[in-house]
Every structure is written in structure tokens, then in C-alpha cells.
């Protein structure tokens, strides 16, 4: 349901149980790396002609990260047997929830067409940076929602969702560099830079053949 909230709660959780560490840098990952299976799902319900532009990056980041998370699993060492932890997480489908990524979705339809207007793509641009940093769903399904009533083109629709699914991974490594112990942020950091990396590299592919 949310990547940067799986994040937050198992790097915090890796200072808890520094003998699960490893455990956590996979499952941090893993949750970053089925963010982009999720927001291609959601961009192909909405517009498949964006869905078939950006089809390429988010695959090769999704499968940059498969790849990681295989390999560091056959180097984590399996906790001892006595080792036991007791971890809770939130039901991510309250009410709650859906209503806040409602106003969230609200609020970056507002920024977003005040940028357009003011700033032309260029602040399209800007508002994915900046809103993806903390939600890439609201950033996707907004810019998705423009693409498919031609407020903006496909060139611009796509660099905004490779944009916003960038600075979501970068915001993720910030978050386990300053939450999660040295062990997690030993596996997690060059991860997520791999991922960003092969997503930098093919999203400029991509982009040059608009």
C-alpha cells in the first residue's frame, strides 16, 4: 500500500532488532521494487498509451531490483533459532487511509494544474520531484488523468512518473540512512542506488525517442 511507510517502519524496526537487519534491507527493498509493477498497473487502467511509454524504465527498475533482492538473499545469514521478534503492522486499507490519499490526490490535482498553468511542463516537472518524494500514486494518478484528457503530452506524462518514481527511491535510502542501523543501510543504500541508476539510464532512453 506504501512503500516509503514499509520503509520508515522496518528501517526504525532494524534499530529494535539489530539481528534482523538483513531480514529488513530485503523487505525494504522489496517493497520499493513492487512500487513500479504498481503504478504501471495504475497508469494502464487509466492510459494505456502512457502505460506503453514508461512500460520500459519501471520494468527494468522492477526487474533491477528482483535481481538484488535474489542475491542478497543467498548471502543473508537466517537469524538463530532463539531469535524472535514481534512486529506490527498497520491494515493499510482503513478508511482512513483511502481518505487521506483522497485529499492527498485533491491537493496535488490543484498544485499540479496551478504549476501547469504557471510554469508550463516545467512545473510539472517541479511537483513530481517534489510530491514524489513522499507518494508516487497521487503524483502517477494525476499526471495519468492529464495525459488522458491531452492537457499534456506523453513526453511530459512519462518523464513525470520515471521523475516522481526516482525521488521516491532516493527519499527511501534517506529514510534508511537516517533510520535504520549500518547493517541495513549497507545492503539497502547501493540497492536502491542500482535501482535509481537503471532507471536514470533507461528512462533517458526512452525519453530521447519520444
Known amino acids: 500500500a506504501s512503500s516509503t511507510a514499509t520503509t520508515i517502519s522496518f528501517s ?6 539489530p ?21 504501471f498497473i495504475l497508469i494502464l487502467v487509466i492510459h494505456y498509451p502512457l502505460a506503453l511509454k514508461v512500460a520500459g524504465p519501471l ?9 538484488l533482492i535474489f542475491f542478497l538473499g543467498r ?6 533459532g532463539d531469535t524472535q521478534t514481534d ?5 493499510p486499507l482503513k478508511l482512513s487511509t483511502a481518505v487521506k490519499f483522497g485529499l492527498l490526490f ?3 490535482l490543484v498544485v499540479i494544474d496551478f504549476a501547469l498553468n504557471s510554469l508550463g511542463t516545467t512545473g510539472v516537472y517541479l511537483t513530481s520531484l517534489l510530491t514524489g518524494l513522499t507518494d508516487v ?3 502517477t494518478l494525476s499526471v495519468t488523468r492529464l495525459a488522458s484528457n491531452s492537457q499534456i503530452n506523453l513526453q511530459v506524462a512519462g518523464a513525470a512518473v520515471v521523475a516522481a518514481a526516482l525521488t521516491n527511491t532516493l527519499s527511501k535510502g534517506a529514510i534508511s540512512y537516517f533510520s535504520g542501523t549500518s547493517e541495513l543501510r549497507k545492503r539497502v543504500l547501493p540497492a536502491l542506488g542500482l535501482i535509481m541508476l537503471a532507471g536514470l539510464v533507461s528512462g533517458g532512453i526512452v525519453l530521447i525517442q519520444f
Open 106 to 108: 485533491a491537493v496535488v
Open 75 to 80: 548471502r543473508t545469514p537466517v537469524p538463530g
Open 137 to 139: 500514486d497521487a503524483i
Open 12 to 17: 526504525s524496526a532494524s534499530r529494535e532488532n
Open 87 to 91: 512486529f506490527k503492522i498497520g491494515n
Open 59 to 67: 520494468g527494468i527498475m522492477m526487474a533491477t531490483g528482483l535481481i
Open 19 to 39: 539481528e534482523m537487519a538483513a531480514q529488513y534491507a530485503r523487505a525494504v527493498i522489496m517493497a520499493s521494487t513492487v512500487m513500479f509493477p504498481r503504478i
